[in-house]
């Protein structure tokens, strides 16, 4: 080349360029992005990378294949998204099976609402057509599910997931159900259950929520038969009542006893004619609500007069007569009676004594009205007590023809008749309007009832009907619970194991169509039922070939094996059950029937780890757990996470009608599904979420800015071969490998937060490194050098060997998280001619924690600390225009006496120019001060053309007369390697 061409010195500069864009325009770039992830089949690739490597298994908590996706089903499985792929990214074989569940009552209301559309009811199809029509709807319903989470970007068996509605699966849960046969906790019995008078099933506890409800609060007279006498001689004679407090005046006419407390004293007071039994403390609330008592001359209440007091034991197996029916109401006594109210309710301990009693304030009695087959306690006691399980309601909700005065009404609708009634008949003492938290069905929102039907149970402390409660199933899953399982946040074992405690027996039945039937058969002649393990086994394997319909398209004598005879009459003629299991009980078995699926070889049991919200104690959770250990002996998981809820700014919950829900789609088609994945990575899950369009606002101008922190490293990394231009580490400059101590500190802290599934902590370490570290600090001091050393420069090489491996690290770092992203960076890293690193950074491994030099660092830090008080001062010099640039100073620094910066500015004398970002740097007479003083003046010398630094040189430089000492050099070094 010809040094007669004037030089053009802007093309002698080195500045950045990529083709990594600056506006990222995710809405768009992410569909292509999938594109090319389906392309390469990027999760079978993943797989093939991690095959045997020590496996780590998520199982997946499969969402009801019912709706489209909401931002809380969204965040719950990225969450499980950034689980995997940093498992993955930590080295281990991290497979995802995702599922859905697919049965259930949701699924057949949508095909029963599909239907009354075209006029037609359930009852004119087949069983087989209707269950087909839940098929379908099932199957479109995960069909865009699946098409949805896959738009998030997360990876998994999406071709393949498991459907609790599959032939395997269906068989599984079908055997399932024969393995606790077989263990002995399966009985059939008459017991109260949730029902919901509407739908017309019963309902687990998970099924049933909370709304604010008011009931009818009723105080009734029961007149006592035996002799009071017998309870204390001064009540010889007298008319005796034992009053009751209820909130369900429907419940009555099933009442078949009192139960009151053996420890607690109970009195007998006057009032007029009569004597009422009621607790003692609570002689004076009744007494006043009641108006009960006197009141003297000035007004004032006057307690009643108690002619007797005794323990609530002097009462037990007395008998009392029922209101108004000519029946014993047989007094009891139970630990689970109290005196604050009634028993407490809404506590996960036991939910289902609200139905029938009211939780807050002393409105009771202390004497508990109970009606066995009406309420969980009053079951128990009234076994107990040989009282039957009674209960005159159908499932409608409607009493039985047995119940005068009253057969055929609704409960609900009969309260304020019967409630009258009793007050016609001068039973009632008082009643007021009364509103409380009531137990409501989650699909249709009813209140619903308690009510003893035939179902089918698992028992939680029975084997085989005998007693168990040291190895029964609560017994060995709060084993579990307690000593086997990692719970994260640790508050979750104590809630697992309230929850344990608390549950009452497992009703696995439900009156329905769409769900794996309960493999029992009845004999036609005399109704033996079979429920058989080597039985159930053999149903399971017709479903396994034919899926559960085959229930319903064969006779019950193709479903027996050949030739089976009832055992007890030798009949072969058979009826099937009709009940179909608990959709809990279906999910619950998902751990065997997928994690133990032979087809599945790249899973295992039991899975390292379930992640779900806090819902799931009560549901899947619960029902694996119970499944694990019926069948293992053991949990089906090592951890379980818990994650929050997703709520708005205010932290109220979202709600289409209410407008403050952040809708999925409408983000993604505005900026992108990485906006929802950084969102998730930027809120600490273990609590409640919160979302609105300001919040996400504020996630998007943190991605900018790590988007931006990328952009620079690449940009400066043009022209750079790793393998043939990297510097060994010794050889780099100091500051540079400062910056790479930083990166391995990063790495080091990001390693354990992955590793403690922290995934906020995650962002928010690479945030401060990247905004704080390297933004604002590092590349700051770096540009120069970049910019304007000759390209080759062995200077130059060492800032891009460090942004090489920097920004390498930090697409690693972020890929479980900013899936997205993180792969467009890898992309645009220049790798030079003999690359071997895999094509998505998906498959790479996370970076390792190499070079931290400790005393590099505090070293670097003092310079920091001083560089802070130089800033200060240029700011100040800028502000009252003594300068313009900081490149326009001359900083005159005299370190303190006291400290030994002397000797750190003396060492770093040359350089620290470049890191205050000026011209010059004079080392004055050391202060007495405690601080460094500083002084601003201006640069001397001509601002040089070519790096606008200032230097008292330019002009020196025949050919290159417009430029500094440094730059002139460069030009020279830029010639000799242009005529290499
Ligand atoms: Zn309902
Ligand atoms: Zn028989
Ligand atoms: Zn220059």
Same mark, same amino acid.
């Given at each position: ?10 093309? @002698? ?38 095959? %045997? ?35 993955? !990214? !930590? %080295? ?143 009540? $010889? ?12 005046? *429907? ?24 004597? =009422? ?7 004076? #609330? ?51 009676? @109290? ?71 609704r409960v609900f609708e009969a309260n304020d008749q019967i409630v009258e009634f009793m007050r016609e008949k001068g039973v009632l003492l008082f009643s007021e309007k009364y509103d409380h938290r009531y137990p409501h069905c989650w699909r249709c929102k009813n209140p619903v009832i308690f009510r003893a039907t035939p179902q089918w ?48 027996? *497992? ?43 085959? *229930? ?37 078995? &998902? ?43 053991? #949990? ?76 620079? #490293? ?38 354990? =937060? ?15 490194? &990247? ?29 891009? @060997? ?30 030079? $001619? ?20 400790a005393k590099l660092v505090s070293t670097w830090n003092n310079l920091f600390v001083i560089r802070e008080r130089v800033l200060a001062e240029l700011e100040k010099a800028r502000t009252n225009k003594t300068i313009g640039s900081s490149l326009e100073a001359l900083v005159v620094l005299r370190p303190s006496v006291l400290s030994e ?12 120019? =470049? ?23 201006? $640069? ?21 007369? @417009? ?15 242009n005529q290499q």
């Amino acid at each position: 080349m010809s040094t007669e061409t004037p030089l053009d010195l802007k093309k @002698t500069v080195n500045l950045p360029k990529t083709a990594f864009a600056q506006k990222a325009n995710l809405a768009q770039s992410e569909p292509a992005r999938l594109e090319k992830w389906t392309q390469l089949d990027l999760y079978r690739l993943i797989r093939r990378a991690g095959e %045997g490597r020590e496996k780590f298994i998520l199982h997946d908590g499969p969402p009801y294949a019912n709706a489209d996706i909401h931002l809380g089903t969204a965040m719950n499985k990225i969450l499980k998204d950034f689980i995997v792929k940093s498992r993955s !990214m !930590m %080295g281990f074989d991290a497979p995802y099976v995702p599922g859905y569940d697919c049965h259930g009552l949701p699924i057949e209301q949508h095909v029963e609402r599909a239907l009354a559309k075209k006029g037609k009811k359930k009852n004119d199809l087949s069983v087989e057509s209707f269950r087909r029509a839940c098929r379908e709807h099932a199957q479109n319903a995960l069909k865009n599910q699946t098409r949805d989470f896959k738009r998030l970007g997360i990876l998994g068996e999406w071709d393949d997931p498991y459907l609790t509605m599959s032939n395997h699966y269906e068989a599984e849960t079908a055997r399932m159900f024969g393995r606790f046969v077989e263990r002995g906790y399966v009985y059939k019995g008459a017991r109260p259950v949730y029902w919901c008078i509407v739908d017309q099933t019963a309902l687990a506890e998970a099924e049933v929520e909370y709304h604010q409800h008011t009931s009818p609060s009723v105080y009734v007279k029961f007149p006592l038969r035996s002799d009071p006498a017998s309870i204390d001689p001064a009540l $010889a004679g007298r008319k005796v009542f034992v009053l009751i407090w209820t909130t369900t005046p *429907w419940t009555l006419p099933a009442n078949l006893g009192i139960a009151v407390h053996p420890d607690f004293e109970y009195s007998a007071f006057e009032h007029g004619e009569e004597v =009422y039994i009621v607790a003692s403390e609570l002689v004076e #609330a009744v007494a006043t609500k009641c108006e009960l008592a006197a009141r003297n001359e000035n007004g004032e209440l006057t307690p009643p007069k108690v002619l007797a007091r005794f323990p609530g034991a002097k009462l037990d197996r007395l008998e009392a007569g029922h209101p108004w029916i000519d029946r014993v109401s047989l007094l009891m006594v139970g630990d689970h009676v @109290t005196l604050g109210g009634e028993a407490d309710a809404e506590t996960e301990l036991d939910v289902s004594e609200a139905v029938k009693k009211a939780p807050e304030g002393k409105a009771g009695t202390g004497a508990v009205h109970t009606a066995p087959g009406h309420g969980h306690d009053d079951f128990v006691i009234g076994k107990r007590y040989g009282l039957e399980i009674y209960c005159p309601v159908d499932n409608a909700g409607r009493f039985t023809p047995e119940v005068e005065h009253f057969a055929g009404q609704r409960v609900f609708e009969a309260n304020d008749q019967i409630v009258e009634f009793m007050r016609e008949k001068g039973v009632l003492l008082f009643s007021e309007k009364y509103d409380h938290r009531y137990p409501h069905c989650w699909r249709c929102k009813n209140p619903v009832i308690f009510r003893a039907t035939p179902q089918w149970f698992i028992a939680m402390d029975q084997v085989n009907g005998e007693p168990a409660e040291q190895t029964g199933l609560r017994a060995g899953a709060i084993k579990e619970t307690e000593d086997r399982v990692k719970w994260i946040p640790a508050w979750g074992r104590d809630r697992m194991r309230n929850m344990l405690k608390g549950r009452p027996d *497992w009703c696995v039945s439900r009156q329905r169509v769409w769900g794996v039937s309960i493999p029992v058969f009845y004999c036609a002649k005399c109704n033996a039922e079979v429920a058989d393990p080597a039985v159930i086994d053999h149903v399971a394997d017709i479903f396994e070939r034919e899926s559960g319909d085959a *229930w319903h398209t064969h006779p019950a004598e193709e479903l027996l094996p050949p030739g089976y005879t009832c055992k007890g009459c030798g009949a072969t003629e058979w009826t099937k059950e009709t009940d179909i299991l608990d959709v809990w009980f279906d999910s619950g078995t &998902s751990s065997i029937a997928v994690l133990e699926n032979p087809r599945r070889e790249e899973l295992r049991w039991p899975a390292d780890v379930y992640i779900e919200g806090g819902d799931q104690f009560r549901g899947w959770f619960n029902s694996s757990l119970m499944i694990g250990v019926a069948d293992h002996d053991r #949990a089906p998981y090592e951890t379980v996470i818990t994650h929050g809820w997703t709520l708005d700014a205010q932290g109220r919950a979202m709600h289409k009608s209410a407008g403050n829900a952040v809708e999925p789609d409408k983000v993604i088609k505005q900026s992108g599904a990485e906006i929802i994945r950084l969102w998730c990575a930027s809120s600490n899950y273990f609590d409640d979420m919160r979302a609105s369009d300001e919040i996400l606002q504020r996630v998007m101008d943190g991605y900018r800015k790590l988007r931006n922190t990328a952009r620079f #490293a690449l940009g400066n990394l043009h022209g750079f071969d790793p393998s043939r231009d990297s510097v060994p580490v010794d050889e780099m400059e100091e500051i540079d490998r400062w910056a790479l101590s930083e990166l391995a500190d990063t790495i080091a802290d990001v390693q354990e =937060y992955y590793e403690n599934y922290e995934f906020h902590f995650v962002l928010q370490r690479v945030t401060h490194f &990247s905004t704080v570290t390297l933004s604002a600090l590092y590349f700051d001091i770096i540009k120069d050098r970049l910019y304007t050393y000759a390209p080759k420069n062995v200077a130059r090489r060492s800032a891009q @060997t460090a942004l090489y491996r920097i920004v390498d690290s930090l697409a690693r770092i972020i890929a479980p998280l900013l899936a997205f992203t993180s792969d467009e960076i890898w992309e645009h890293i220049p790798r030079g $001619a003999n690359s071997e690193m895999p094509v998505s950074v998906h498959l790479a491994l996370l970076p390792e924690a190499e070079h931290y030099d400790a005393k590099l660092v505090s070293t670097w830090n003092n310079l920091f600390v001083i560089r802070e008080r130089v800033l200060a001062e240029l700011e100040k010099a800028r502000t009252n225009k003594t300068i313009g640039s900081s490149l326009e100073a001359l900083v005159v620094l005299r370190p303190s006496v006291l400290s030994e910066a002397q000797v750190l500015l003396e060492h770093y004398k040359e350089q620290l120019r =470049y890191i205050f970002i000026v011209s010059q740097v004079e080392l004055g007479p050391p202060t007495e001060g405690i601080w460094p003083a500083v002084e601003i003046h201006r $640069a001397r010398g001509t601002k040089c053309e070519r790096c606008w630094n200032y230097s008292t040189r330019v002009g020196e430089f025949e050919r290159f007369p @417009t430029v500094c000492e440094r730059c002139a050099a460069a030009l020279e070094e830029i010639e000799r390697g242009n005529q290499q």
